[in-house]
């Protein structure tokens, strides 16, 4: 009687547990049909092209905010699946780049295309909303691309003027070899691409083979010239004086100092760098001292185009899922151009210091703690006869 009335409990548990998982299962898909969680998604995959708050970049990644056209759920979801390439119109203005396509579950799906639909706003479709068919020529170096490239060569392989050379319409770029060691091995030092100067550093990206070939062929057909030209000699006359700051510079440098986070709570920039009078007191010196960096890499356009998208192999895993936000990278980089002349402060590296006194302590308490090995029951036994 017992084991049947065990065998009873045991099977009513059972199903317990499966209406309870199928509830909590009804429960996630509703939420995430809710756009509960659209904003996550949306922070982690598009965030970074179209911005936290679907504003875009004019003339680069189009506007989602107030715009009627994503407010169609279908049209939405294709663009997502597929990617999209090609000219578009978009808001009155005309964009020509190229989007992949993502690899979402159904509810990440469906969650994503509910929060871009609310940025939209607008509850009019406008009949246009068929998405034009995507290149499937391209696609994964243009994801390749997007990835590694587009924060400061741009999407549209525009450049930014001064600090990072354009690849659209660069002969130099329409030589694959030329592209391939250049990604392969960085570049650095003066270069004059279609009449402008350039003196920056760009570090090396490790590709495997595959979308090594991908973002090749995808530079070569934003080149689209016939061949190299000499990328060595510099033309004399200087470049542009930089147009006024866009960033906040005293809001920067407490990003910089970590007094104030980052959005996505990344690391605080001190937390590695030294920076004009914020030197290695209170900081370590982990990174280079970024007291010169606004002049190394072209002035805060530049700037803020790298803090984006960081090329470094080594700020790309910190900060893969915790990007600066449009407006931090701008007062970061404004911070950084106000100190370009000044002298690096130096200092104690924190880090270093502490790991010695801690090392020497630890010496000091062997010493006076641990005087040796205890004195077994053993060697009781044998004293005592």
């Not at 199928?22 to 982690?44: C, H, N, P």
């Amino acid at each position: 009687m017992k084991s049947l009335i065990s065998g009873i409990a045991l099977i009513a548990s059972l199903a317990a547990l499966v209406v309870i998982a199928g509830a909590v299962r009804q429960a996630d898909v509703a939420e995430a049909q809710a756009g509960s969680d659209g904003a996550a998604v949306y922070a982690d995959n598009c965030a970074g092209c179209h911005q936290p708050d679907g504003a875009g970049i004019p003339g680069v990644f189009p506007a989602l905010a107030n715009n009627p056209k994503v407010t169609d759920g279908a049209y939405v979801e294709q663009v997502v699946r597929e990617g999209l390439s090609g000219s578009i119109d978009s808001l009155g203005e005309t964009y020509n780049s190229s989007m992949p396509g993502f690899q979402l579950s159904d509810s990440d799906l469906t969650a994503l295309v509910a929060h871009v639909q609310s940025l939209g706003g607008a509850a009019e479709v406008p009949s246009e909303t068929s998405a034009p068919a995507p290149s499937e020529t391209g696609a994964e170096g243009a994801a390749v691309y997007v990835a590694h490239c587009a924060g400061c060569h741009q999407a549209d392989g525009s450049g930014v003027p001064g600090a990072f050379p354009p690849l659209a319409d660069n002969p130099n770029a329409a030589d694959g070899a030329y592209v391939e060691r250049v990604i392969r091995e960085g570049l650095s030092g003066l270069i004059d691409v279609l009449g402008e100067t350039y003196d920056g550093s760009m570090p090396a990206i490790p590709l495997d083979d595959s979308d090594l070939a991908a973002v090749v062929d995808y530079v070569q057909s934003l080149a689209g010239g016939a061949g190299p030209t000499d990328t060595t000699a510099a033309p004399t006359t200087p470049t542009a004086a930089p147009g006024p700051s866009q960033g906040d510079s005293d809001r920067g440098e407490k990003l910089f100092a970590g007094s104030i986070g980052f959005e996505n709570r990344g690391p605080a920039c001190h937390a590695c760098h030294a920076a004009g009078s914020l030197g290695l007191r209170g900081g370590s010196g982990l990174g280079p001292d970024l007291t010169d960096v606004a002049a190394r890499l072209g002035g805060e356009a530049g700037l803020a185009a790298w803090l984006s998208n960081p090329g470094s192999a080594t700020m790309q895993p910190l900060f893969a899922d915790k990007q600066l936000t449009d407006a931090e990278a701008r007062d970061v980089a404004a911070y950084l151009v106000t100190i370009e002349n000044e002298s690096p402060s130096g200092g104690y590296d924190m880090l270093l210091l502490g790991g010695i006194v801690g090392f020497i302590v630890l010496l000091l308490f062997m010493a006076l703690v641990i005087k040796g090995p205890r004195e077994t029951y053993t060697d009781r036994l044998r004293s005592q006869s």
